[in-house]
Every structure is written in C-alpha cells, then in structure tokens.
C-alpha cells in the first residue's frame, strides 16, 4: 500500500526557514520523479518543486526559485523541502506527490503559516 506521510509544518516569521519530510511506503522512491506542491486557501493546488528519480535534475516554480531547495535521500526513502527565506504568500498546505504504477498518490498535507 503506498503511502506519503508530510511532516515539518508549522507556524514561522517571515524570513525564517522550515524544511519539510515527505516519508514514502509502500514503493520505492527510486522508481518515481518527486515533487511537492502548495494549496493556498481558496486557491488551486501548484507546483512547487520537482526531482528527478536519481536526483540529477530539479525543477521550481518561479515563486519560489533560489528560496526553496527539493531533495531526496534514496535510502530513507524520503524526499525533502528546504524553504529558505519564507514570505507570507507562502502560507499554504504542502502536499508530497508521487506517480507509482501509472496512478497518482498524494500525502494527507502539511500545513506551513508564515505570519508575523
């Protein structure tokens, strides 16, 4: 059964970092590109950042370019975002995603509030 567990969430002031866990089960993540995406309230789920499934190439949304950093730890079957230099437009639900099999599977979310 495959699972996506997000966890590191929480409440930080504007400039401070958080990184955020995305623990994969029942697959292995070395078979699938990763990626992270945000839904702000009342708006759409995006895409955040991207991995490639040996970690060689990544990807990010403009919003979020030279701030965030999306990693992978193979062995621990884990994936991570590093958020540097948070803003407030950055307050949003962050979902881990993963293609396995030809479906789709997303974790439950982690909440992360930038406030000051």
């Known amino acids: 059964q495959v699972q996506l567990v997000e966890s590191g969430g929480g409440l930080v002031q504007p400039g401070e970092s958080l990184r955020l866990s995305c623990a994969a089960s029942?697959?292995?993540?070395?078979?699938?590109?990763m990626s992270w995406y945000r839904q702000a309230p009342g708006q759409e789920r995006k895409l955040v950042a991207i991995?490639?499934?040996?970690?060689?190439?990544?990807s990010y949304a403009n919003s979020v370019k030279g701030r965030f950093t999306i990693s992978r730890d193979n062995a621990k079957n884990t994936v991570y975002l590093q958020m540097n230099s948070l803003k407030d437009e950055d307050t949003a639900v962050y979902y881990c995603?993963?293609?396995?099999?030809?479906?789709?599977?997303w974790g439950k979310g982690t909440l992360v509030t930038v406030s000051s």
């Open positions: 991995i490639s499934r040996d970690g060689g190439s990544t």
């Open positions: 029942g697959f292995s993540i070395r078979t699938a590109a």
């Open positions: 995603y993963a293609p396995v099999g030809g479906m789709a599977y």
